[in-house]
T-cell receptor
Framework: SAVISQKPSRDICQRGTSLTIQCQVD?????MFWYRQQPGQSLTLIAT?????????ESGFVIDKFPISRPNLTFSTLTVSNMSPEDSSIYLC???????????FGPGTRLTVL | RKEVEQDPGPFNVPEGATVAFNCTYS??????FFWYRQDCRKEPKLLMS???SGNEDGRFTAQLNRASQYISLLIRDSKLSDSATYLC??????????FGDGTTLTVKP
């Protein structure tokens, strides 16, 4: 299994500011995923972060709003830019075990935008 | 139509009851299937994978019907600690996971 940590665990931010969320994995992984879970809803994939190349974004998500870095095989960041209250959500980082296809999640970052 | 659809719930059952959750998926190219459990204010955690032959883990039984594109989860002898949201997850061969909206289970004494 993979052990994933995220920082910060929660934050309250003002409208118009940006927040960078960090994700650290205890093993090297090719792909890391960023999800959003809005209150009362299931998980929605934002993008796939590949080491050494640009992230691949899902429909409805763009790089200018959610820039992602992937400097090495154990670390990634997601920035939520120019935040609005609609960005209030839990943001989760995830990796997939290559052997079992099992997905492991970080503890999430709970973001509230005022 | 959503790619992965689950019973809307919520399910409220007494301790000891048997409860079944259903899930359908629309992408016939889907390769692997899972049930995850998410406790309140926590991240999702794998409950069990779902295989074509069906699989059982203690009180939990998962079934897959590829022809009908249908997955189920059966929980026998429900415990209070089973109260959670259960997420149906479907992966394509591209490794992309699609989550259902989840079914909330509350087990009452």
């Amino acid at each position: 299994s993979a052990v994933i940590s995220q920082k910060p665990s929660r934050d309250i931010c003002q409208r118009g500011t940006s927040l960078t969320i960090q994700c650290q994995v205890d093993s090297q992984v090719t792909m890391m995923f960023w999800y959003r879970q809005q209150p009362g809803q299931s998980l929605t994939l934002i993008a796939t972060a590949n080491q050494g190349s640009e992230a691949t974004y899902e429909s409805g998500f763009v790089i200018d709003k959610f820039p992602i870095s992937r400097p090495n095989l154990t670390f990634s960041t997601l920035t939520v830019s120019n935040m609005s209250p609609e960005d209030s959500s839990i943001y989760l980082c995830s990796v997939v075990s290559g052997y079992t296809d099992t997905q492991y999640f970080g503890p999430g970052t709970r973001l509230t935008v005022l | 139509r959503k790619e992965v659809e689950q019973d809307p719930g919520p399910f409220n059952v007494p301790e000891g009851a048997t409860v079944a959750f259903n899930c359908t998926y629309s992408n016939s190219a889907s390769q692997s299937f899972f049930w995850y459990r998410q406790d309140c204010r926590k991240e999702p955690k794998l409950l069990m994978s779902v295989y074509s032959s069906g699989n059982e883990d203690g009180r939990f039984t998962a079934q897959l019907n590829r022809a009908s594109q249908y997955i189920s989860l059966l929980i026998r002898d429900s415990k209070l600690s089973d109260s959670a949201t259960y997420l149906c997850v479907v992966n394509t061969n591209a490794g992309k996971s699609t989550f259902g909206d989840g079914t909330t289970l509350t087990v009452k004494p």
